[in-house]
């Protein structure tokens, strides 16, 4: 009668070395990936926001006034033939009535 050893084979301990290796490489590129995806919004949106502040500019030169609402320059389809522009995150585009800038309610924007 063979008596049976309760200590891991090294096969064993090398399988789950490497199992334990994968799933901290795969945490590690997850991590990365969303990491990436947000700030590729974020400067989406700061490429909006950019675009939109120009277009006031346009506004009070042609008009010597600054708009009231977003709408009125989104509502220009010369300049937004496709509307007005949405943050990839899913915030919301409002004119400070000080500073007549654009700004993003989304965290970070
Ligand atoms: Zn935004």
Redesign the pocket.
Known sequence: MTKKSKAYTLIELIVIVVITAAVILAVIVISRMSRNSAAG??M???A??ATMNTHIEVYYAEKGSWPSALTDITNDTNCFPKGSFA???????SINSTTHRIF???PG?
């Open positions: 919004k974020t989406a949106c700061q909006n926001v943050c990839p995150a899913g915030g919301i585009y993003c309610n989304a924007h």
